[in-house]
């Protein structure tokens, strides 16, 4: 294998391809300069053509630039024709229903948006396009309520600025499956060269009866839909102005929909971060536009200090992920995602019981990667959990089969990276809607003389102190992906017997589809889609999972400890799992 810092000559096909597309004429300027600054760096030129850039469940996600492994205008042509015969071979039906399309504040988001609605108008495929920026949830809510057959959002969520990508959604407004993105990538490779492609002339602002404009009723519609999800409208109405909020969109989608649906429920004390309200592909006051990360609360917490805010939240650029801060005492605390959802699930089966509503057959959704908490919450309440892989389009997927024909009634549906959903009227994660529900939540608990940590500590005290941590090793290029690949084939070839001084109760691969209790052997399927994860199960209920990300350059290892006494057994326990991690995952 390749040293990380080796740099060696690119493989002639990628020569090849550079080669090309740096002869083409019609190259736009901006990439033909990308392309001769790179002339004598053998690294980037490999990095940039030694493979397509992959298209999967979550569509395409890539640096802009130029290349084949790069997302440009030629890459984002072929993908959208691609799509085109994809969903022309389902029928005219299908054509005629139509497909609608978003796109986020990032760089060329509106251009590419543009690009492929153009394209799709013009091999007859309705298209309906929002006029400005949008947040992902509501183009999941546009699809079901324009009865689309598909839909496709430009972003690439809370990556680093250089990023862009398209997201694929089905009929259902889910993210697509395994099966229609083999099914899409297949006619992807088949177009073939994309600096040949036609270019299709024409505008989405002119008269084409085949781009529909995405007019204001469907985000009203989608605002109606979010305040049925409220339980304590009067309480709002009387003491919204109880609750002071600082809201930050991170120079994202978030800002379109989410400070005048706060506004609108009752929630009057809303403070919006003004250095970043404004869309800007640049990102230019934060490293990543990324809610999961402490420093992307930076110019809110300076807002919230001086109006002593009690709640601040944060959405991600496309507004699907949501980060909240809460006041206590004296300073700010972060909440992280298990500990989100566990309280919001908390409170909103809490809820159902004070309005006096039995959930029957309720059903909770959360990923495998996410805290056990959920599940002892739920199971209090007579109400069931499934888990799913990791992803938030296999939590949609699950509610459609399960919900969709009346058998079950969808409670919540949450995973730790910041990803939540009450209302299935979307179905993939909605930090607009969780706004809301969030500042419900605060206010309520508020009014009774707690704060939302308070009200984290009564969980625990009540269910068992649970500790998650995140590590993600970050790995560079071609090499870095090898090297990843090869750290998870030998844990799964040789996997522990014992972690941190504690016995190896069960090994879960969902390559292989197995379940492998380690005391005796046994062997049992998992009935879930293939992915490259190992989940490794501690006699005490602890665990590790690890697993390469599916949207970044990363190895994520995922970590639970829990005791059924005290906060600080659950956080020793940790310690001694995170010092087990370098001989567990190894890099060259």
């Known amino acids: 294998m390749l040293e990380k810092n080796e740099v060696t000559n690119p493989s002639p096909s990628a020569m090849e391809e550079y080669s090309r597309w740096l002869k083409h004429t019609s190259m736009p300027t901006d990439l033909l300069d990308e392309l001769q600054r790179i002339q004598s760096d053998s690294t980037e030129i490999e990095e940039r053509f030694y493979k397509d850039l992959e298209f999967g469940t979550g569509g395409m996600r890539g640096i802009i630039g130029a290349g084949t492994n790069r997302l440009n205008i030629y890459t984002v ?45 013009h091999t007859g495929i309705k298209v309906y396009l929002f006029p400005d920026i949008a947040p992902t949830p509501l183009l999941s809510f546009a699809i079901r309520h324009l ?45 073939g060269d994309p600096l040949v492609l036609p270019v299709i002339t024409g505008s989405t602002d002119s008269a084409d009866e085949r781009i529909i404009s995405i007019g204001n009723e469907v985000v009203e519609a989608y605002c109606q839909q979010v305040e049925q999800l409220l339980h304590q409208r009067a309480l709002i109405e009387e003491n919204g102005d109880s609750l002071s909020i600082v809201y930050t969109p991170l120079h994202g989608t978030g800002v379109k929909v989410i400070p005048d649906l706060l506004k609108r429920v009752g929630f009057t004390r809303v403070q919006i971060v003004g250095e970043q309200a ?118 949609g997927e699950k509610i459609e089969e399960c919900c969709s024909l009346g058998s079950r009634t969808f409670v919540f549906g949450y995973e730790e990276s910041y990803g939540y959903l009450a209302g299935d009227f979307v179905r993939d994660k909605d930090a607009v809607q969780i706004t809301v529900l969030v500042a419900e939540m605060a206010l309520y608990y508020q009014q009774r003389g707690k704060d939302l940590f308070q009200v984290l500590e009564e969980i625990y005290s009540k269910f068992g102190y649970y ?45 292989l589809q197995i379940k492998k209790v380690m005391g005796t052997g046994q062997v049992e399927p998992l009935f879930f889609p293939k992915a490259n994860v190992i989940k490794i199960i501690l006699a005490d209920g602890s665990w590790m999972t690890v697993r390469p990300s599916g949207t970044e350059p990363k190895m994520k290892v995922y970590l639970s ?13 940790m310690s001694l799992l995170q010092g087990a991690l370098p001989d567990l995952i190894r890099f060259s």
């Open 77 to 121: 042509r072929r993908a959208a024709q691609g799509f085109a015969h994809y969903l022309s071979k389902k029928g005219e039906k299908a054509t005629q229903k139509g497909v609608a399309i978003a796109y986020d504040s990032r760089k060329y988001s509106r251009e590419f948006a543009c690009e492929m609605a153009t394209l799709l108008a």
């Open 147 to 191: 009865q689309a057959s598909a839909g496709l959002v430009l972003t690439a969520s809370h990556n680093p600025p250089e990023y862009n990508g398209i997201k694929v959604y089905n009929q259902d407004g889910g993210q697509i499956t395994e099966e229609d993105a083999q099914s899409i990538y297949a006619e992807i490779q088949a177009i």
């Open 278 to 395: 404004t869309a800007d592909p640049r990102f230019p006051t934060v490293k990543a536009p990324n809610p999961e990360e402490p420093e992307a609360f930076e110019l809110a917490l300076q807002l919230a200090s001086e109006k002593q805010a009690d709640l601040i939240m944060a959405t991600d650029p496309d507004a699907d992920r949501l980060g909240v801060l809460v006041k206590t005492g004296t300073k700010y605390e972060m909440v992280n995602g298990n500990q989100l959802g566990a309280m919001l699930l908390y409170y909103l089966l809490g809820q159902s019981v004070v309005k006096g509503r039995t959930i029957q057959n309720g059903l909770v959704l959360k990923t495998i990667v996410t805290s056990d908490l959920g599940e002892k919450i739920a199971e209090s309440y007579g109400v069931e959990t499934l888990q799913t892989l990791t992803g938030f389009k296999y939590i």
């Open 467 to 511: 500790r998650e941590e995140l590590h993600s090793l970050t790995v560079a290029g071609k090499e870095g992906r090898e090297q990843m690949e090869e750290s998870i084939a030998n844990l799964r070839k040789n996997p522990p017997e014992q972690l941190a001084g504690y016995a190896v109760s069960v090994i879960e691969d969902y390559e």
């Open 561 to 573: 400890t829990n005791s059924p006494y005290n906060k600080e057994q659950a956080e020793e326990k």
